[in-house]
Structures are given as C-alpha cells and as structure tokens.
C-alpha cells in the first residue's frame, strides 16, 4: 500500500507574496518621511550661512514641517474613508515630492520655511494611510511580523540619515537632500498604483473644521510669538505679545469647542485616563528636551569644532546606535513589568548624558562626546516607545485610535517648540557671547572662529554657550521624571471589554 505524506496546513502568519509588496510599498513611503525628520540636523548651520540668518530663524524649517506633520494626523482617518486609502497614500507622496521640489529650489529661507510645511502636510497623510494599508493587508494574525518591518527605517534612520545628509551637504549640494525624495517618491507611487489592492470609499464622518481652523493656528502663532522674543528684545514687543496672544485665546477657543463636540478633532476625555495624561505629560517635557538637544549637537561639531557636515553627521551616529541596541528590547520589558519600570532608567540615562554635555568645551575629549550621545541614544530607545505604549495600554480599543491620534499630536508638537525654544535660548547665549544683537549671534561667532586671531577665544565662548543650552535641556529632562513616576509599573492586564470591543475599529495612528 502506497503511503501517501501527510499534508500540512498552510501557515496563517506566513508573509506571503502579496504581502510582501504591500510591504515594500509602505516601507518606500514611510522611508521619506522618516528621512526628513532627521536628516535636516545636519543641514541647519550651512543653511544659516547660505541665507545669512539666525538660528532662531532657521529652526522654522524643523518647527514648521513638524506642526504639520502633527495637524494633519487627526483629519487622515475622515479622508480615508472619504476618498480611499490608497489614493490617499499616492496623494500624501505626491504631495511629499512637490513639497520636496520646491524646498529645494527654494531661493530665501522664508519659501524654503513655507515649503517644508508643505512637505509636512504630505508626510503627515503618509504614516497612518500607511499603518491602515498595511493593517487591511495583512490581517491581525500577520500584523504583528508586517508591523516589524516599519519599525526598520526607525531604527536604522538616526544612525543613516546624519550621515547621507552630512555627504549630500558636504559633496553634492544642500538641495539634495531634499531633490532626494523626487526619485523615492516617483518610485513609491508607481509601485502603489501597480501593487497596491483597490479600496472604495465609504461614508465617512464628519471632520472638525472648526477644530482644524483653531487647533493648528494657535500652536503655530504661539510658537512664532515665542520665537520673537530674541528679535525684539523682550516680551513686551506687540510682535512677540500679540501672536502669542492669539494662539493662546485659539487655544482655549478649542478646548471648549472639543469639550461640546461630538467628533473633535482631538478627544480631550481621554485626559480623564490618569495613565494616559501621565505618558502625555512626559511624552510633552521629552520631546521638547531630547529634539530640541539633538538639533543643536551638530551645530556644535560645525560651529565650534569647525567640522563639515558630513564629520558631524558620523559623530552624532551613536546615539543612533544606542537607540538600536535598546529599543527592541524596551517594548517587551515594558509589557512584561511594566512601562515605568523602564522609561524611568531611560530617563535616569538621557539625565546622565544631558549632564556630560554641560561641562562641553571647545577641546572636550571626542570619545566624552561620542559616549554622551550614545548614552542619550540607550536613554532614548528605553524611552520613547514605552511611553506611547503606556499611554495606549489602558484604553478600550474604541478609544486607541483617537488616542494615538493625539498623542502624536502631541509629541510632533513638543518638538516643534523644543526645535523653537532650545533654539532661541542658544541664538540669545551666542548673542550675548559675542555683544551682538540675537540675530547676529551665530553668523558673529562664525566670523569669529574664521578669523586665526580671535579663534581660541571665539570657540571657548561659542561652546560656554552651548554647555548652557544643554544645562536648560537637563532641567526639561529632570522635570520628566515627576509625571513619569505615574506610569505604570507593574504589566497591564486587557480588559474583558477590549477583548469583545469591536474588531471594526481603525487601527491606531503610528508614531514616529
């Protein structure tokens, strides 16, 4: 008798074929993105001198792509259903690529401010159109695998993009970095049009307009008030007082609207969940230490040690690779005894390095300084993911979508006003280094450094300057510490009800 081999089931969590292209799709469009972010650092101190303008000035181009990379998060999940996923997707990289075209020709840094906020806007649809693709495609029982894959841009991105965007600044041209998303994004849509299944659009929700008209503002009003000070002198200037005004009386104009909506744009009763304004909180006070301290450490190589772009982008690379050794590790430690238990050692680290970089001095060591940024980045990968899950682990399933929603709100916010404030406070130190006005007190310190006579002198006052940055980051790092002992520190059960909760809702907004 013919023994005939027993066949075996097909693998339900195998990543097929399929998948794999629905995969390679989403990875080339997340990629930009997450390109972006980073890659402009390295950028900043060329970009002064090519449009001879201050610090404070230049970091609009970081505050303003993230502001709307954060506005357009909540009004994503209304023009998905709306319109189609897909589209969506194809539109969000199209707009990515105009955007990226016209800052790279822009001709004055205001048109180059206005078009990375155009490049925001793109790659603000591009991550959670992304995250729901992904999510139809592979189903609950893959997306765990699929999910992984995302997760490789983000981790190799800090370590990568310094880099490229030191070579590109260094020996091709500052404008390629951003003429780099032009092939990517042409590449991205072809394959989304070809690869990407079909989905029809539905009936949607209605969007917060009003919501949308005052939340976005207010935030970008209140920062360009705050952004004034070092101009004008002092709070007392109708430019600085009077757009900070305005924000702050949107502001409030959107939280009473919020509370009597039915669909706000940005759910305020989810800060009735004690753990979710506790991760908030300290998702808020980091991102505005940690961004704004890592957007001026390549400064400080350029500046001071008179490197070029492509050196500083290599030496700030170990906080990338601190990130990586810890970051995969973090999201399990965090589920198994809790977020707390690991976001507080973090913290305790991000501390430590933050503290090394205070005493920074025109000759500290290379090693002091390699080891300070890998010791942040073993701070940051410990951190920041444990604290978004936090805030996500104690909510219904119903409330994870809006949750994630606005906690990335929130944290591209922050780091808006960290890139805003950690700057000012630099440009105003520099300014008073060098007795010049604020606005002058970068392009003075170059002068200063190029100049064989004044460069010992120069340099020690540029890095005294930077040491005291960073003793005002510390401080933000410090304060992190009181709402993060409210995280939970024991591992968080689900609820019968998050089990039962409809299968139906959107999957939550990723976070970058």
């Known amino acids: 008798m013919k023994l005939v081999p027993e066949s075996r089931p097909a693998d339900p969590g195998k990543i097929d074929g399929p998948l794999v292209k629905v995969i390679l799709v989403v990875l080339l469009g997340s990629v930009m993105t997450t390109i972006d972010m980073t890659i402009i650092n390295v950028a900043l101190q060329p970009l002064t001198l090519q449009f001879q303008t201050s610090l404070d000035t230049i970091q609009w181009i970081a505050t303003g792509y993230l502001l709307a990379l954060g506005m357009v998060v909540p009004v994503t999940g209304w023009a998905s259903d709306r319109f189609g996923t897909k589209r969506l997707f194809m539109v969000a990289i199209a707009s990515f690529v105009v955007g990226s075209v016209l800052a790279g020709a822009a001709w004055n840094v205001e048109t180059l401010i206005a078009f990375r906020v155009l490049q925001g806007?793109?790659?603000?649809?591009l991550a959670p159109a992304a995250l729901t693709i992904l999510t139809n495609a592979a189903g609950p029982h893959r997306i765990g695998r699929a999910m992984a894959a995302l997760g490789v841009p983000m981790l190799l991105g800090p370590i990568a993009d310094p880099v490229l965007g030191g070579w590109l600044v260094d020996e091709v041209n500052w404008r390629w970095i951003f003429y780099i998303n032009v092939p990517v994004g042409a590449v991205a849509i072809l394959m989304a049009w070809r690869l990407l299944p079909r989905d029809e659009p539905r009936p949607a929700e209605k969007?917060?307009?009003?919501?949308?008209?005052m939340l976005s503002p207010s935030l970008a009003a209140l920062i360009y008030g705050i952004s004034n000070i070092p101009h004008h002198g002092g709070v007392t200037a109708v430019a600085v007082w009077l757009p900070a005004l305005l924000g702050v009386l949107l502001l409030v104009g959107f939280i009473v609207h919020a509370l009597k909506t039915e669909n706000p744009l940005i759910d305020l009763t989810l800060f009735r969940n004690r753990t979710f304004?506790?991760?908030?909180?300290?998702?808020?006070?980091?991102?505005?230490?940690?961004?704004?301290?890592?957007?001026?450490?390549?400064?400080?190589?350029?500046?001071?040690?008179?490197?070029?772009?492509?050196?500083?982008?290599?030496?700030?690379?170990?906080q990338g690779i601190g990130a990586l050794l810890t970051m995969p590790i973090a999201g399990r430690l965090a589920d198994r005894i809790g977020a707390g238990k690991v976001v507080l050692p973090g913290l305790v680290l991000i501390m430590g390095s933050f503290a090394m970089l205070t005493k920074v001095g025109a000759d500290s060591p290379y090693w002091l300084l390699m080891l300070a940024l890998f010791v942040a980045g073993l701070g940051m990968g410990m951190s920041m993911m444990p604290i978004n899950s936090a805030a996500l682990q104690?909510?219904?399933?119903?409330?994870?979508?809006?949750?994630?929603?606005?906690?990335?709100?929130?944290?591209?916010?922050?780091?808006?006003?960290?890139?805003?404030v950690v700057s000012i406070i630099l440009a105003g130190l520099l300014a008073g280094q060098f007795g010049v006005s604020t606005s002058d007190g970068q392009l003075a310190a170059t002068a200063a450094l190029a100049d064989p006579a004044t460069r010992d002198a120069a340099a020690a006052a540029s890095a005294s300057a930077f040491a005291s940055t960073f003793v005002w980051t510390l401080v933000l790092v410090v304060l992190c510490?009181?709402?993060a002992a409210f995280l939970p520190k024991r591992r968080i059960q689900s609820s019968t009800e998050d089990e039962a909760a409809d299968e139906n809702v959107p999957p939550p907004v990723v976070i970058h």
């Open 121 to 125: 806007f793109g790659g603000g649809m």
């Open 207 to 213: 969007v917060d307009l009003p919501g949308v008209l």
């Open 277 to 318: 304004t506790a991760a908030t909180a300290t998702m808020t006070l980091y991102m505005i230490a940690f961004l704004g301290a890592m957007m001026v450490v390549p400064t400080y190589f350029m500046l001071v040690r008179g490197h070029g772009a492509l050196a500083a982008g290599l030496l700030v690379a170990p």
């Open 394 to 420: 104690t909510l219904t399933k119903r409330m994870v979508a809006r949750a994630s929603a606005a906690l990335t709100v929130v944290q591209q916010t922050a780091g808006a006003i960290g890139a805003a």
């Open 481 to 483: 510490l009181i709402p």
